[in-house]
């Protein structure tokens, strides 16, 4: 029994996927447009040969409001197009730049405090507390997150329909 994965499965399974298509970057971009410009009530975004970010329109804004981000590429003589469904660039790189800051922060408290029990020393007596601190934000980090998430949930579905719509149907099957 031999089992296929195509390019729907991967859109349901992970926020990331790859195509190929036998339009070019511009019928591509052309079409993609056309798609939008039909669907202008519910779906919002830039597109050009290169690129493409398309949102959902809601009435309200949260900062985890998720994008499908199209990147159109030639690759090999035929058009390759890259999806990733997510917030906004800005929303991730802040998010991680949390994780980090937080993390360093705990490794330096919980080393101050491991190394002034090694000396026994009672110069940073407030150094166990600050690791746990740092631990308790990292911990709050991560809870925003899948609030976000949780909150854009539906906006993936209709980005993944949107997705499905516009892009499938000019998939290149490889054999």
């Not at 971009?29 to 056309?34: D, M, Q, R, V």
């Not at 597109?47 to 009435?59: L, R």
Request: positive net charge.
């Amino acid at each position: 029994m031999k089992t296929e994965e195509t390019t729907l499965d991967k859109i349901r399974s992970r926020p990331r996927f790859k195509m190929l298509t036998h339009l070019s970057k511009e019928e591509y971009a052309e079409n993609l447009k056309k798609y939008l410009g039909g669907h202008k009530d519910e779906f919002s975004g830039n597109v050009n040969k290169e690129v493409a970010t398309i949102y959902v329109k809601t009435e309200y804004d949260h900062y985890w409001k998720p994008r499908l981000s199209l990147r159109i590429e030639t690759e090999d003589s035929h058009t390759t197009i890259r999806g990733i469904f997510g917030p906004s660039s800005a929303v991730w790189t802040f998010f991680m730049f949390l994780y980090f800051a937080f993390s360093i922060l705990w490794m330096t408290f919980f080393t101050m405090h491991y190394v002034q029990n090694q000396i026994k020393s009672q110069e940073f007596p407030w150094a166990l507390n600050a690791s746990y601190l740092m631990l308790l934000c990292i911990i709050l980090t991560y809870a925003a997150a899948r609030y976000g998430q949780h909150k854009g949930k539906s906006e993936i579905k209709e980005l993944r329909k949107f997705a499905e719509e516009s892009t499938l149907k000019f998939e290149k099957i490889a054999h």
